[in-house]
């Protein structure tokens, strides 16, 4: 069975709050983990969520601010440490490399081999990873950051109702659905399309430190899930624009706009107390009228069947 959900293991931004730790998230995808801006005290995040390194396929880094690498060499001396023999791909933007290394190398350990980098440049990057294609972005921050994106390819789901009335059972609808057709046991020929209807493809986005601009919304566009930071509330939106960051009302903004099914918030500043976090799902919601969630630290938020879609 195919498991897909988001694990957040931190929600704050620059500093640490007592109940909320620095960045963190893994998506889980059919069989693939891409950990998102693994920030200090991840890997302690990750035991508390039942994680282990070997979860980990991909380590995706938006930017090389702290809050957002830091956990960076606990995450890969434990893949390291704990014998990872599958291939970790490393998605960074090629602006950091010398911080890259500095993090990748920062102290002495039996290193791995598994690690395999991928330095983001240009204005729009694609890479293949597993059962989904990966997409980066360059954002509006403060220094180069890139956002990301998950699609999985369209494909068709199968009607049994019309299999079994042109009488296809077992290595035949396997066939039908490798070679697009395939002869019946009457001897007609049965193709595809009669036995199935379209299924679009699923899809994540990731949308880290940045004003707006046209990449988070392009990134976020019919996304079945969202997840977003929104750092400050409107009334700090000047500082938001200052420092690179968006609010919660724009947040909710680039949501409605796209079209995204799941809204998840997180990235918060720590002047903010749990008190305020009703004050964020208000302005998001002023604009989008879907659903929204609050991320907080060790929540699991699954991505939306696709029955919704």
Not at 65 to 88: E, K, M, N, S, W
Not at 260 to 267: D, G, S
């Amino acid at each position: 069975m195919s498991m897909r959900e988001l694990i957040v293991l931190g929600t704050s931004s620059a500093v640490p709050t007592r109940l909320r730790n620095q960045n963190g998230y893994l998506l889980r995808w059919d069989g693939e983990g891409f950990l998102f801006d693994p920030g200090e005290g991840t890997q302690r995040q990750m035991s508390h969520a039942g994680l282990s390194a070997h979860d980990v396929t991909w380590i995706c880094v938006t930017h090389l601010h702290g809050d957002h690498c830091l956990g960076v060499p606990g995450v890969v001396q434990r893949i390291a440490r704990d014998g990872v023999a599958h291939q970790v791909t490393a998605a960074y933007p090629a602006s950091g490399a010398e911080y890259w290394r500095r993090l990748r190398h920062a102290t002495l350990f039996v290193d791995t081999t598994v690690i395999a980098e991928r330095p983001l440049t240009g204005p729009s990057v694609t890479l293949p990873a597993g059962p989904v294609t990966l997409t980066a972005l360059p954002l509006s921050h403060t220094v180069p950051a890139y956002g990301y994106r998950l699609d999985e390819p369209d494909g068709r789901r199968m009607l049994p109702d019309r299999l079994r009335a042109r009488g296809l059972a077992g290595p035949l609808i396997g066939r039908l659905q490798r070679e697009g057709a395939v002869t019946a046991p009457d001897g007609s020929t049965v193709t595809l399309a009669e036995c199935s209807d379209p299924r679009p493809g699923q899809s994540a986005a990731f949308v880290m430190d940045t004003r707006l601009c046209d990449a988070a919304f392009r990134l976020a566009e019919g996304a079945d899930l969202l997840v977003i930071e929104s750092t400050y509330l409107s009334a700090e939106a000047r500082l938001a624009e200052e420092y690179g960051h968006l609010t919660a009302a724009q947040a909710g903004r680039i949501a409605a706009e796209s079209n995204v099914r799941r809204l998840v918030l997180t990235h918060f500043s720590e002047r903010y107390d749990p008190g305020d976090e009703p004050r964020f799902l208000d302005e998001a919601a002023k604009s989008f009228s879907g659903e929204i969630v609050l991320a907080h630290d060790l929540a699991t938020i699954p991505v939306p069947k696709r029955s919704g879609k």
